[in-house]
């Protein structure tokens, strides 16, 4: 797929070059695509933002955002595969911008390219809008795409106006909307496991399921964050998006082809039939809370109050826990339980799906009901594997059942790093290939539902959430929250 001649004379615009992500994710994703001879290294990077830089400052910008990014880099390797930055200093909203970006265009004969919206989001409309004025939308030459970051939109309401927007300058081949885990090479094995293999898809279904854990578990707090955090939290910074996306790859049926309409078809689908909370099952179907001071690796951490940025009486939620129920045939019944939390003991994402137990008990050890039952675990980061647990007669005269391990391992059975989420998104973009970025009716469905959540939540305005202290697993209401049924969450040493 990665024809090279298709990206001859391309551009990736850099809107907010500046910012932390630029310096974090997008250039060490960009360097390392030349490096591994991805992309042609004569493509252009141009930096569009409001400081009174110039190339040579973007230039060194770059290069020490790739050497602290931990790639191999020395300063003439650097010059000579990364040749073309140019930086445009403009506010975002001026016109003249626009016009001397067009002219940059014309002067490197630049025939393709990739907006990359990497700006705080409500510059978004402005430079949609001024992309769109300048007629710089649709490139006669080549393609033009714009590569847009979340949060797409705070609510459904924002996601509409958005989308409105977006519509009326780029038409929705054109638009890329990045939810960075499905960049993660894991998260992509949900659907190799499941659609490449004829062994699990038979079990995965309500007749063996007996319910999902999909966890995200953090150790970092809001850090500086606290301005964004606190008109967002858990529900809007991770379920809307990450967690719903995980969801709906491990729900989806299997597609009619691995190409991006078919894979987001089958993914909106799920997103639709998860059954709408009445305001009055919000609370029943949710747990929030709130982390205070505590312990993380040894260090003692502030609670969420005491974060810099966060209002005294604030009931933003750093922890959640929901039930959600997918209503089609695979899934009727099955309850999905999402939980994402910081300031927990361990930085974890996995998806386990825990099986039935045997409709009949012949063993003196339920049958590896209980503390251990039948689980299989797409452990997607850190240490990224998959691992079936399930019973064997402990040696001996004696009826006894262990649990035991099937594992797999990424790192041991591949012996390579696993690569960045952005290093996949940033080729997929160039080369036209939306499978692994969010469609409009995805975007507007997860908002659909997230939005019943929080209204529910208005309903019943809270004074106060349950405080968690930090390095903990959540308040004891977030283990209650699970529990019946044998159901426990599954929580790593
Ligand atoms: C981001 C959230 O989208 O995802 C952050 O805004 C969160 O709050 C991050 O920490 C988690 O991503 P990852 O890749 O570290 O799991």
Redesign the pocket.
């Known amino acids: 797929m990665t024809n090279q001649n298709n990206l001859e004379k391309t551009a990736i615009v850099i809107f907010g070059v500046t910012g932390d992500l630029t310096r974090r994710k997008l250039v060490p994703a960009i360097y390392e695509l030349i490096l591994n001879n991805r992309i042609p290294k004569n493509l252009w990077v141009i930096g569009f933002a409001r400081r009174e830089w110039d190339d040579q400052s973007l230039r060194d910008v770059f290069y020490k955002a790739i050497s602290e990014s931990g790639l191999e880099l020395d300063r003439k390797k650097f010059e000579e595969l990364f040749p073309n930055i140019k930086y445009l200093k403009s506010d975002f909203d001026q016109e003249n911008g626009y016009i001397e970006l067009s002219q940059i265009f014309k002067e490197k004969k630049i025939n393709n390219v990739l907006y990359y919206l990497a700006t705080p989001p409500d510059a978004y409309d402005t430079i949609i809008e001024k992309i769109g004025v300048a007629g710089l939308n649709d490139l006669k030459s080549g393609w033009t795409r714009i590569v847009i970051e ?1 949060p797409y939109g705070s609510d459904l309401a924002t996601a509409k106006a958005l989308e409105e927007l977006v519509h009326k300058v780029f038409k929705e081949n054109q638009i890329y909307r990045i939810d ?2 499905l960049g ?1 090479e894991t998260v992509q094995n949900i659907l190799v496991l499941r659609f490449a293999n004829g062994i699990f898809e038979p079990l995965w279904n309500r007749q063996y399921v007996d319910h999902v854990q999909i966890t ?1 578990s ?1 150790t ?1 707090g809001v850090g500086t ?1 606290a301005g964004y955090y606190e008109s967002t939290g858990v529900i809007r ?2 379920f809307q ?2 967690m719903m996306q995980l969801l709906a790859l491990t729900a989806m049926e299997a597609p009619v082809a691995f190409s991006a309409d078919c894979v987001r078809d089958e993914k909106v689908k799920v997103l639709r039939a998860l059954r709408p909370f009445d305001k009055k099952d919000v609370l029943k179907n949710t747990f929030r809370a709130q982390y205070a001071s505590g312990y993380i690796s040894n260090e003692r951490v502030r609670g969420y109050k005491d974060e810099d940025g966060v209002a005294s009486n604030s009931t933003t939620e750093t922890f959640l826990a929901t039930r959600v129920f997918v209503d089609n045939w695979r899934w009727s019944g099955v309850p999905f339980f999402l939980r994402s939390g910081k300031r927990l003991p361990k930085r974890m ?1 996995e998806i386990a799906i825990q099986f039935k137990q045997v409709p009949l008990p012949l063993f003196d050890w339920q049958n590896m009901a209980g503390d251990a039952p039948n689980v299989l675990v797409l452990r997607l ?1 850190p240490d990224e594997g998959i691992k079936l647990t399930f019973g064997a007669k402990l040696p001996g005269p004696v009826n006894q059942i262990a649990p035991v391990e099937m594992e797999f391992n990424y790192k041991s059975s591949f012996n390579q790093k696993t690569p960045e ?1 952005y290093v996949r998104l940033i080729q997929d973009a160039l080369y036209g290939d939306a499978t692994l970025f969010t469609r409009s009716d995805e975007v507007i469905t997860q908002w659909t539902f997230t939005d019943r959540i929080v209204d529910g939540w208005k309903t019943n305005q809270a004074k106060y959430l349950p405080v968690y202290e930090s390095g903990t697993w959540g308040p004891l209401g977030a283990d209650q929250f699970i529990q019946g049924n044998n159901r426990k969450w599954r929580n790593m040493e």
């Open positions: 979340k960075h885990y993660k995200v953090e970092v964050r910074d991770m998006n990450h994402t980061q989420a």
